[in-house]
């Protein structure tokens, strides 16, 4: 049972440049999640998506987009790549009973020169 | 809204020690009440929660932890610390209609020393 898979797992962008992190779950959670992780600042809502078809700000949006593509998959695409992005992204779901817990993805850790 | 903090980013104790992690939450309504671990390069595990009932709540690995909504307190406690206990350890809140978002707190990396 892989839970929540994250692709990749390591990636090297210039400023500027486009990429989409992937993150599929096989447990038939309805909510999904992208958090961010930085030194000294725990973990930050990008976005997330309730159900299938919807997505909902989190607390640091600006510079992404998301797809909730299907109930498995959920998106985070970087459109034009900024050394602030330089990060360890997290993706997660969540099967709503009890709500708030999560199951986490080993991580996605990009750096932006 | 709703936060959390964690007070000291970084917690050192002997093997065998009382381990003390704390965490303080503010929520004007019932929170739901979660601490997690993240070991080096991986992903966040739950380690307990509290939503309802017994304010006392055991976890895995032998951590427990204890709601006082006088205190709004939700400390990490663990009798005697383990070599395998040292990782970073998040508080987090969640609370309903607050638009299904959990809130996470700074993390405490917690080391532990012979």
């Known amino acids: 049972n892989a839970g929540v898979t994250q692709t990749p797992k390591f990636q090297v962008l210039k400023t500027g440049q486009s990429m989409t992190l992937q993150c599929a779950q096989d447990m038939n959670h309805n909510s999904m999640y992208w958090y961010r992780q930085d030194p000294g600042m725990g973990l930050r809502l990008i976005y997330y998506?309730?159900?299938?078809?919807?997505?909902d700000k989190g607390e640091v949006p600006n510079g992404y987009n998301v797809s909730r593509l299907n109930k498995r998959e959920f998106s985070l695409r970087l459109e034009s790549a900024a050394p602030s992005q330089t990060s360890v992204y997290f993706c997660?779901?969540?099967?709503?009973?009890?709500?708030?817990?999560?199951?986490f993805g080993e991580g996605s850790r990009l750096t932006v020169l | 809204a709703q936060s959390v903090t964690q007070l000291g980013s970084h917690v050192s104790v002997s093997e065998g020690a009382l381990v003390l992690l704390r965490c303080n939450y503010s929520s004007s309504v019932p929170p739901y009440l979660f601490w997690y671990v993240q070991y080096p390069n991986q992903g966040l595990q739950l380690l307990l929660k509290?939503?309802?009932?017994?304010?006392l709540v055991k976890g895995i690995n032998g951590f427990e932890a204890e709601f006082k909504k006088s205190e709004t307190s939700f400390h990490l406690t663990k009798p005697s610390a383990h070599m395998s206990d040292a990782a970073e350890y998040f508080c987090?809140?969640?609370?309903?209609?607050?638009?299904?978002?959990?809130?996470f707190g700074t993390g405490t990396q917690l080391k532990v020393e012979l």
């Open positions: 997660a779901s969540s099967g709503g009973a009890p709500a708030g817990e999560l199951f």
């Open positions: 509290y939503t309802t009932g017994a304010t």
């Open positions: 987090a809140v969640f609370v309903t209609g607050g638009g299904n978002k959990l809130t």
């Open positions: 998506s309730a159900s299938e078809g919807t997505t």
